[in-house]
């Protein structure tokens, strides 16, 4: 199994996890005192992951990932990929293994997989609902991640069918209200950001009037943020195809088709990550 993303170091994260469970470092921690003290050391177990609600699944990888590191030698197969929709009842993954280190890694794989498919689920269904607005408005998420785990969660929103904004604050300027407080204007804020050599530069506006002195200070794209429907194509028309625009704000499932029919580019929507409800997926064992 080969999981990689940039910035992501998987063997960290896994290890890190499990001292967690495992209570490492604290006193009398650094073990599963149900397993070791229920199951036999030489005990095998079977077991299928399966999905109890219809998902998009992301996080099997990482899932492997746990049972691999505390049983090297288990099987394990994959039933589905990461993205695929799959029906309520769907086996997603079969393993066999020491049933100890099973019982132990099952906590850590099910809890991502759990938040990870509720991430893709909930993407999946946005990019449904804007559909019925546009063909081709693009779902964005935001920087709304849980500390730690942003990488994971942008990488099940792209399951999902969203495409990442911002990985985090390096890779573009993001020019927010109060950014414009203290530079003094819309435009004076995008002009520092471009004479720093910044690129590309993102320009949050609330008002129409705020249009022309972000795209003539240099921004490459506009958020028009919590604009009504009718806003939004008055914006979309003003700014004519000149920079990019994405509707932020006040969108939601209800929302968001009438949105994307504006005519802007993206729609961008925080509650992906900061509020996706976790997947029903269990994990069913069986002696060998």
């Avoid at 177990?45 to 109890?52: E, I, L, Q, T």
């Avoid at 500390?147 to 099940?156: D, T």
Wanted: some cysteine; overall charge negative; glycine content about 10%.
């Amino acid at each position: 199994m080969t999981f990689s993303l940039p910035g992501f170091d998987l063997d960290t994260f896994i290890r890190s996890t499990l001292a967690e469970d495992l209570g490492v470092g604290m006193d009398g921690g650094g073990k599963d005192v149900t397993s070791e003290s229920v199951i036999p050391a030489d005990a095998q177990f079977a077991g299928v992951m399966d999905s109890r609600d219809p998902v998009v699944v992301a996080g099997l990888p990482l899932a492997e990932a746990f049972f691999r590191h505390l049983d090297p030698d288990c099987t394990i197969e994959s039933l589905v990929k990461d993205g695929d929709r799959v029906a309520a009842g769907t086996d997603v993954m079969r393993l066999t293994g020491n049933a100890r280190a099973l019982l132990t890694a099952e906590r850590s794989a099910l809890n991502i997989v759990q938040h990870l498919s509720g991430i893709a689920t909930m993407a999946r269904e946005y990019v449904d609902a804007m559909r019925k607005g546009s063909a081709t408005c693009t779902l964005l998420d935001t920087r709304k991640t849980l500390p730690g785990l942003r990488v994971l969660e942008k990488y099940a929103t792209r399951q999902g069918g969203a495409q990442n904004h911002r990985m985090g604050l390096w890779d573009a300027a993001m020019i927010k209200d109060n950014h414009v407080a203290v530079a003094g204007s819309v435009g004076e804020a995008v002009r520092r950001a471009r004479d720093a050599g910044v690129k590309p530069i993102i320009c949050e506006v609330d008002r129409l009037d705020q249009i022309e002195p972000a795209i003539a200070a240099g921004a490459h794209h506009l958020l028009l943020d919590n604009m009504s429907p009718d806003v939004l194509r008055e914006a979309v028309a003003m700014v004519a195809g000149r920079t990019a625009t994405e509707a932020s704000g006040g969108i939601n499932l209800d929302t968001i088709a009438a949105k994307a029919a504006s005519g802007v580019d993206y729609c961008s929507v925080g509650r992906l990550t900061q509020s996706a409800p976790a997947a029903d997926v269990g994990l069913d064992f069986k002696p060998v």
